[in-house]
């Protein structure tokens, strides 16, 4: 199926997790998704990985494979395959993912080494997962007859529930705050793509985001700030003040996919099947 962002769901919020370093990582034979999600090192720099999905581009019917790296580019593992989107848990201890088979469809969660694989959600629809700050829940997309709406489940399993649906509009890729009360979303609601904030507590979602169709919402660490993608270029929003910023994102303006550094200076974000990094202040 072909989501709101006109890009198949396979390609879709499919996700690299930089967990200390960022280093750009070159396969013989696979394209490497770009950086979407970058986490603190709890660890030491040993143990240290980063985790992506990638395609063949050699058998493009092949299914996505998620596997994890160091940041010297060493020690590649497999961790699965027909599997995309992976995201870190908050203590980077179990990766959520999306099943991309159709046997196998639906959010799963499994231990950093592969191990352990568990499915929590069964529908064709579901991608994109968050995790909750504490870890307890992950939060998704799911299709239905008429839209994407958000859901959530328990990450150990359990029943899942609607956090958001509106038959009349899409509502994709979330990314939950630092502080577990709001989720940042892309949403159709309104005629036009723009990120929205849902509050948990009240069920209340308001637009933060103006102009352009605006994608791919990233919260930054001071859970104040959210970084998108517009344009081609990628642009941060004050979601108390309502002021937007646009970065030079560089040529070609194809720019997608920010995530804020942990210490807030810098944001990755992918351009032309590059990864690269810039200063979250000016662009540089």
Do not use: C
């Not at 799911?142 to 150990?156: E, N, R, Y």
């Not at 159709?188 to 009240?202: A, P, Y």
């Amino acid at each position: 199926f072909v989501t709101s962002r006109g890009r198949n769901s396979h390609s879709s919020r499919a996700r690299i997790h930089f967990v200390k370093w960022m280093v750009p990582i070159a396969i013989a034979g696979l394209a490497a998704a770009p950086a979407l999600s970058w986490t603190a090192a709890a660890a030491g720099p040993s143990e240290a990985r980063i985790v992506y999905r990638t395609v063949r581009l050699s058998t493009p019917g092949r299914p996505p494979e998620v596997h994890s790296v160091l940041p010297s580019g060493g020690g590649r593992r497999l961790l699965a395959r027909g599997a995309d989107q992976p995201a870190w848990s908050p203590r980077r201890r179990r990766i959520a993912f999306a099943g991309t088979r159709v046997a196998q469809a639906g959010i799963w969660v499994m231990n950093a080494d592969g191990t352990g694989r568990r499915r929590l959600t069964t529908r064709p629809g579901d991608g994109e997962p968050t995790w909750s700050p504490d870890g307890r829940r992950i939060a998704y997309r799911s299709s239905s007859a008429t839209s994407f709406d958000l859901w959530v489940v328990p990450s150990t399993g359990g029943t899942r529930r609607p956090l958001l649906r509106t038959p009349s509009a899409n509502e994709l890729d979330p990314d939950w705050s630092p502080d577990g009360r709001r989720i940042a979303m892309q949403s159709s609601r309104g005629g036009q793509i723009q990120i929205w904030v849902l509050t948990l507590s009240t069920g209340h979602a308001r637009r933060v985001t103006r102009g352009g169709a605006s994608f791919s919402p990233d919260w930054a660490p001071d859970g104040r700030r959210i970084a998108f993608a517009t344009g081609g270029r990628i642009a941060v929003v004050d979601t108390v003040a309502r002021r937007q910023r646009i970065l030079p994102s560089g040529s070609p303006r194809s720019a997608d996919d920010p995530a804020w550094s942990p210490d807030r200076r810098r944001i990755a974000f992918q351009r032309g099947g590059q990864v690269l990094t810039m200063r979250a202040q000016d662009g540089g």
